[in-house]
């Protein structure tokens, strides 16, 4: 297969200035694509080339595959990324992108397809040797019938949407006596967020942790893992705290996962990066939940820990060469923590905020990395998801790193909009999360809106002295730089 000298970007925002970051260090032009509301978005300006694909709405600009293809065409690229949202799990897209004679980064239709279907999954990876949640084999449609497996089962059971994903489609059922209820909501919600409205019930696991395995597969039949992160810090079945590796794993606990993460990967001839997800329960059991067929938004963590840029590695495996690593090589090297700053008010439930970034200063230092997409004066768009940026803190061990978090956050001024940062924070400083003895129900558990509330009126008289100050300084230099360099009044009318 012939190197890759163009690669067009089927995304915005911050992860796609992560992957033209690294092309660009690998020698490789860079096309984005962008909406109306993104024109003077930073990955424009970043990219060798930016073709307008259509309004703001992603239904009709990020989600036009045919018209994404149709500029690769155009333009002569050689490979698309999709990043992650927007097509990047889309069989079809795959399929359309591979027939146009381009080459998908990422894995085939056929696995993207399987594993897309939660029931699918599960066929197909029943004879790999993976740990499944106890629960029916496939989908269930008679209520009654699907009340006895339930009660076989054992509850609390977990009525679970086939085609699901971030809690749609999913009820938590206690007892007999709510099951029908709860069926009748699950498959409503299912119908209407995915076109599907095929359930399942297994096992609930009632003190889960949320633990995942990054993957890595050539199409020479390697597979690697890079070890896990732990995701288990969520509000709304999404992930906002995000950490590699998991305070609660042996090393015998790693390998076993990992290579069940392998193995799952082994079941649908994978190629690419991939994530393999799994619930981890307080008697240390695991069991395979689903896998993610693109590259995670939390992937940074793992780039730190074990030093493997995994954009770069996935442009090595689409140019058709072997692993540049093998799994002896990989070895776990300090910690990383990553929060998703969104523009949400965590003191209001976690209200979605929209508004423009008066003032944006990210932080720096020692183990501290922004992934992001924005600057100072720009919006936050209405049309997509609000997480302004990714951040991330390595040490030398997990409380360097979390130490680093804080410090990073108390330097993070955003003034226009509320973020998570205070939630996040509350997150590093709690002692649960500290000593590492939480689970996905940490936020229920702990967090309470009002413990940000009575911060409020401090964290605003900071913020606007923080702002009074950046002004000042702005104020300043321009007076420095009139004195410094006079301009004659005739010159400075004649410009």
């Known amino acids: ?102 080459i998908f980064m990422g894995p085939t239709a056929e696995a993207i397809r399987v594993m897309g279907d939660k029931l699918a999954a599960k066929h197909a990876v029943q004879d790999f040797d993976v740990p499944m949640v106890p629960g029916t084999d496939g989908a269930v449609k008679d209520v009654q019938e699907a009340k006895r497996l339930a009660e076989e089962i054992g509850y609390p059971v977990l009525i679970k949407a086939s085609a699901g994903g ?9 007892n ?8 009748k909501r699950a498959v409503s919600e299912a119908t209407s967020a995915f076109g599907n409205g095929e359930v399942f019930v297994e096992k609930y696991v009632t003190s889960p942790r949320h633990i995942e395995i990054q993957i890595m597969a050539d199409t020479h039949g390697n597979i690697v893992y890079l070890f896990e992160r732990d995701c288990s810090v969520q509000r709304r079945h999404q992930k906002v705290v995000e950490e590699a590796p998991s305070a609660v794993l042996s090393p015998e606990k790693r390998k076993a996962m990992g290579e069940a993460a392998v193995n799952v990967a082994r079941s649908v001839n994978y190629r690419g990066a991939g994530t393999v997800e799994f619930i981890y ?21 793992t780039e730190m820990i074990t030093g493997i840029d995994l954009v ?50 990210r ?71 500290v000593s590492g003895d939480f689970n996905t129900h940490f936020v229920q558990n702990y967090f309470k809106p009002e413990m940000l509330r009575e911060n409020n009126a401090e964290d605003g008289f900071i913020a606007a002295l923080v702002v009074a100050n950046i002004l000042n300084s702005r104020k300043a230099k321009v007076v420095n730089e009139t004195t410094t360099n006079p301009v004659s009044n005739w010159k400075r009318n004649r410009t």
Do not use: W
């Open 1 to 102: 297969m012939p190197k890759i000298k163009k690669i067009l970007i089927a995304n915005r925002g911050e992860i796609a200035l992560r992957v033209m970051r690294s092309a660009r260090e690998l020698g490789i032009k860079t096309v984005a694509v962008f909406s109306e509301a993104d024109r003077n978005a930073l990955h424009v300006r970043y990219a060798d080339e930016s073709v307008c694909i259509g309004p703001p709405p992603s239904n009709q600009s990020y989600l036009l595959g045919d018209k994404i293809i149709e500029v690769a065409k155009q333009l002569h690229v050689d490979a698309i990324h999709p990043g992650y949202g927007f097509l990047s799990e889309n069989a079809a897209f795959s399929e359309a992108v591979e027939k146009a004679g381009i």
């Open 166 to 174: 971030g809690g749609k489609g999913m009820r938590v059922v206690e």
């Open 176 to 183: 007999t006596a709510e099951f029908e209820e709860q069926m």
């Open 281 to 301: 329960d307080a008697k240390g059991d695991f069991y395979f939940l689903e896998m993610n067929t693109r590259l995670q938004v939390e992937h940074p963590v």
């Open 312 to 361: 770069k590695e996935m442009i090595n495996i689409a140019e058709g060469n072997p692993l540049s690593f093998t799994q002896e090589d990989l070895k776990i090297h300090g910690h990383a923590i990553e929060i998703r700053v969104y523009a949400e008010n965590p003191a209001e439930n976690f209200l979605p905020d929209t508004g423009s970034l008066d003032v944006y200063v």
């Open 363 to 433: 932080p720096q230092g020692p183990g501290v990395r922004v992934d992001d997409g924005f600057e100072q004066g720009m919006d936050i768009p209405i049309y997509y998801d609000p997480m302004i940026s990714k951040l991330i803190t390595y040490g030398k061990d997990r409380a360097e790193a979390i130490d680093r978090m804080i410090r990073a956050i108390d330097e993070y001024h955003i003034h226009g909009v509320k973020t998570t940062l205070p939630f996040g924070k509350f997150v590093m400083k709690h002692e649960a999360f």
